[in-house]
């Protein structure tokens, strides 16, 4: 089992909190990383059948079986229960004592926000880091073939190609799960959706523009959307509020929170198309944002992350707060330094008036200083 850097946040949420809950996409590793965090637990999944049954009929009963806690996997599926976790972890008082897994925020937030506030410690574990399979030797040789192999584990502990398992996950789960919130009768519509959504990562998010180009309502655009970011394929990435004197855009921008998803939508199968493929800058920005996204959950903090851009087109990939001082980041897919890509910082740094150093993030071996700006390789570790 490759190392999960959320076992620390999750150790010290056990300490303080009854419950803990982890959620995350389908085959992101929830539930190896909580059998492993807890190995002599009681380990039911209710997407058994027999299981969720008795769960539903007898929520009470079920939960009498686990006098020392247990491991509940896909807990959304049986709403009844939470109410009666509530009285039986009050009465309890144990921390640590049981463990809940889920694959839909909309599931399990929402009956954790009903019946057990206060009385959980949330995770939010997506699939690997860059961090993290490069600690255990599995980090892919070249950045192109990190872009098109993504971060799910089942492409790291079984001998399968993402060209094998990607189009088998959006069949069996991505599409089961949005079959389960909606009614849509066109599946192929929706893998048009998919697919279009996956052209405009790391780009401004026109709703207009997804509606006319899939045959669809605004209103249908926002609701799959929702769902999408609700089952952790998307995030939606809001504009940083200040404006410096400047009118600023209000659109969030879409990112895929997988870039080897992303890519295989696409139709990126192998590292050569990557390294020629007009979309390769935007999916170097996915893969970067989705780190800093992996870096904060595993931390146990919300993002909190925007992009900043004014009404004649300056920007800033990424900025977020450092102590009450602004950091700003850009991304470049390049592997070797150009002055050029300094233009949209020193900018930046007019503007802001920060005394945090700016980044550049690069798709090159080396990380230093230049123009008193921090070049950092894609490999390095975020802090």
């Known amino acids: 089992m490759i190392p999960r850097q959320i076992h620390a946040t999750a150790r010290q949420l056990a300490r303080g909190f009854p419950i803990l809950a982890i959620t995350g996409p389908r085959q992101s590793g929830k539930t190896t990383f909580a059998r492993a965090l807890y190995p002599d637990r009681p380990y039911v999944t209710l997407e058994d059948p027999e299981q969720r049954l008795f769960a539903q009929e007898d929520p009470k009963g079920f939960l009498t079986r686990f006098p020392t806690g247990a491991i509940l996997d896909e807990v ?49 574990l997506l699939p690997f880091s860059i961090a993290e399979l490069r600690t255990a030797a599995r980090l892919p040789a070249t950045l192109d073939d990190c872009l ?9 502990d079984r001998t399968l190609t993402p ?9 069996t789960y991505l599409e089961r799960d949005v079959r389960q919130q909606l009614a849509i009768r066109n599946l192929n519509q929706f893998q048009r959706f998919l ?24 209103t249908t655009v926002r609701e799959w959307l929702s769902v999408l970011e609700a089952s952790y394929i998307i995030t939606l ?27 295989w939508l696409l139709g990126i199968r192998d590292r050569t198309s990557m ?55 850009e991304f470049k ?31 090159g071996t080396d990380s230093y200083t230049r123009q008193g700006i921090e070049l950092h390789t894609w490999r390095d570790t975020l802090r």
């Open 275 to 329: 390294n020629l493929h007009a979309q390769r800058g935007a999916l170097f920005e996915t893969l970067l944002i989705s780190e800093w996204i992996k870096h904060r959950y595993n931390q146990g903090q919300s993002a909190e992350l925007y992009f900043w851009r004014d009404h004649v087109g300056h920007e800033i990939d990424l900025v977020y707060e450092v102590n009450g001082e602004l950091q700003a980041v």
């Open 333 to 363: 897919s390049g592997a070797t330094f150009h002055p050029g890509w300094c233009r949209s910082l020193e900018k930046w740094c007019r503007l802001s008036q920060t005394r945090l150093t700016p980044q550049i993030w690069y798709g």
């Open 76 to 124: 959304q599926h049986v709403p009844e229960l939470f109410s009666y976790l509530q009285g039986l972890v009050d009465a309890r008082r144990i921390m640590g004592d049981f463990i809940l897994t889920g694959s839909q925020q909309f599931g399990l937030i929402s009956q954790i926000s009903q019946s057990l506030a206060g009385r959980v410690g949330l995770l939010q």
């Open 195 to 218: 697919k279009l959504c996956a052209a405009r990562t790391g780009q401004l998010l026109n709703q207009s523009s997804l509606a006319v180009e899939c045959g669809i309502s605004h």
């Open 237 to 263: 990435l809001p504009p940083y509020h200040q404006s410096f004197g400047k009118r600023l855009v209000k659109t969030p921008k879409l990112y895929f929170l997988d870039v080897g998803l992303a890519a």
């Open 148 to 156: 098109c192999q993504g971060g799910y584990p089942p492409l790291y």
């Open 163 to 171: 060209d094998q398992w990607l189009p088998n996950y959006i069949s």
